[in-house]
């Protein structure tokens, strides 16, 4: 299952992804963390320090490793160039699991803090005034697209804050949404700019509240946000130490706080694959990126890049014939 973490900056959805992603390591081996955020902080939440975070492989500096790998030999994709971020699997593609090896996956991620972690990589400073931070995410879209999960498998992406995710189709690729919101009319206001856009193809948003001091921030919350309000997380020393970097044994968490980590994981074990709609959203995201800019740019017409009678999931994939990207 397939999960993001959204919010308004400083919110604290990082920590909470990181959270999330170690309680998640201890009921499974089948977990991916990657970090899709313009700020790069998730692997110092799981752990490490910023020295060594950013000594990881980032994603998006390997677009063409990973175009020439998905691609497979898809007769609809003319070369990796004319792969964009939306271009979605057909025959001929391979796929991805959580689990199995492939060379995106071995050249990619590394453990930090006892998850497996990919990283987007940070927006350098070469980057400035010539280059867009989605160009790297798209590297998270092309991954997700071409990822087959299932029951008892997860993936936690820490997305960028703010409704920016909406630039692509990306914001669709996720069984569940997890919208970090303090209980402030600010990061109220990001809620209902999320829900605004999301609430339109059927994205399953769970708000989560932090930083709780009381009731009456719960009860502040739950005015503003109805039913979405799924579970909070109330302030502790342990949440302040881990957005300090300090990632103390998971055991050391407040009863209430790991509950509230378990009703998120129920929730998400609680969602129903439906890969027909998974497929026709990410066609549709595609065609829209192909009209609006892809198909300038590569010279082709990126929508005879779809194959309708493919569906992620459901159609037999491409085995994994070579470790040789």
């Known amino acids: 299952m397939k999960m993001a973490f959204v919010g308004k900056g400083g919110s604290g959805k990082t920590t909470l992804a990181a959270l999330m992603a170690r309680h998640l390591s201890g009921c499974s081996d089948k977990l991916l963390s990657i970090d899709a955020d313009i700020n790069q902080h998730l692997a110092a939440a799981l752990g490490i320090s910023e020295d060594e975070a950013v000594l990881l492989p980032a994603l998006g500096d390997h677009m063409t490793l990973i175009k020439d790998y998905l691609r497979g030999d898809n007769p609809r994709i003319s070369s990796a160039a004319a792969m964009v971020k939306t271009t979605p699997p057909g025959r001929g593609s391979r796929v991805l699991t959580i689990d199995g090896p492939n060379p995106l996956f071995e050249a990619l991620v590394r453990e930090v803090g006892g998850v497996r972690l990919a990283v987007t990589g940070p927006f350098a400073t070469e980057d400035l005034g010539v280059a867009c931070y989605h160009s790297k995410v798209g590297a998270v879209e092309l991954l997700l697209n071409h990822l087959v999960d299932g029951p008892g498998e997860y993936v936690v992406v820490d997305m960028t804050a703010g409704a920016d995710s909406f ?21 109220v206001g990001v809620y209902k700019q999320y829900i605004g856009y999301a609430q339109d193809f059927g994205v399953r948003v769970h708000v989560v509240g932090n930083k709780i001091d009381d009731q009456s921030d719960v009860d502040f919350l ?28 998971l055991s050391e968490l407040e009863p209430a706080n790991a ?64 470790h040789v990207a």
Request: overall charge neutral.
């Open 222 to 249: 739950r005015s503003h946000v109805g039913d979405h309000l799924l579970t909070w997380i109330g302030r502790s020393g342990y949440v302040k130490a881990a957005e300090r970097g300090v990632a103390r044994p």
């Open 167 to 187: 630039a692509s189709g990306l914001f669709t690729r996720f069984d569940v949404t997890f919208l970090v919101c303090e209980p402030t009319l600010r990061s």
């Open 259 to 322: 509950a509230a980590l378990e009703a998120m994981k129920t929730a998400v074990d609680a969602c129903v694959k439906d890969w027909p709609r998974y497929t026709a959203q990410a066609h549709q995201f595609h065609v829209r990126n192909a009209l609006a800019w892809g198909n300038a740019k590569t010279g082709e017409d990126l929508a005879s890049q779809i194959d309708p009678e493919y569906v992620l999931g459901q159609t037999e994939p491409r085995k994994d014939d070579s």
